[in-house]
């Protein structure tokens, strides 16, 4: 991270939303809101401008939405982690963000704490995955994929240990590292060990698109 604290470009079209933001993230004393931008475009320019650790997106956004501007960060500033702010009725663009590299995604009614673990968690490598929210939307998702896809996936997730698979399944509902440890009788810090090796192996540049592979290949259900 950039500094000693974790540092947040806010992007929504809608000051009273980029405010109620700011707010609650200045609550933890770690974190810095560096700048905010009322489209995809400016959010771009501020996170060259500023090397934030996170960028906040909203999905809707006029001159260039949040999934643009997830693409254009990816390439200009790989670096800077990017978190979709979304509803449960956008299931398609959930689903474009997770797949283009996202670090994951939060609902707008989510819960302040929520919002400021995901921020700490986007900054620390990982990608953010809500128990709760993660899960409905993963398995919605889940229910629209096809058959071939979920042969792609099998193939894929066939080059993994049993132990590395029966992480996998848990990444896929949802769970922290720390949950899967108590889960599987493993330290945090082997599970975080297994982590990297699953995403290494499956070509997948972060939790949430291993949770979806998870969910693909019939892991956990």
């Keep these: 991270m950039a ?8 992007a ?6 980029r405010a109620g933001i700011r707010l609650i993230l ?20 501020l996170a060259l401008a500023h090397a934030p650790d996170v960028v906040l997106l909203d999905i809707q956004m006029p001159v260039m939405d949040g999934l643009a501007a997830l693409g254009e960060l990816r390439r200009a500033a790989p670096a800077v982690r990017a978190i979709i702010l979304t509803t449960f009725g956008e299931r398609d663009n959930v689903l474009r963000a997770l797949e283009s590299g996202g670090a994951g995604f939060l609902l707008k009614d989510t819960a302040p704490a929520e919002l ?11 990608a953010y995955l809500s128990p709760a929210a993660t899960r409905h939307v993963v398995d919605q998702l889940a229910s629209d994929r096809t058959a071939a896809r979920g042969g792609a996936a099998r193939a894929r997730v066939a080059q993994l240990s049993d132990r590395e698979r029966d992480v996998l399944a848990l990444l896929g509902e949802g769970l922290s590292n720390a949950d899967t440890g108590r889960r599987l009788h493993m330290s945090e810090a082997t599970v975080k060990t ?25 892991l956990g259900t």
Excluded at 29 to 42: K, L, S, W, Y
Excluded at 116 to 126: E, F, L, P, Y
């Design 3 to 10: 500094g000693p604290g974790v540092r947040v470009v806010i």
């Design 12 to 17: 929504d079209d809608e000051p009273l939303i």
């Design 26 to 45: 200045t609550s933890d004393p770690e974190i810095e809101v560096v700048a905010e931008a009322a489209n995809g475009r400016e959010a771009v320019a």
């Design 116 to 126: 400021i673990g995901a921020v700490r968690a986007a900054a620390a490598g990982d």
């Design 194 to 218: 297994y982590v990297s090796r699953i995403l290494a192996k499956l070509e997948c540049d972060n939790r949430v698109q291993a949770a979806l592979l998870a969910r693909d290949a019939g």
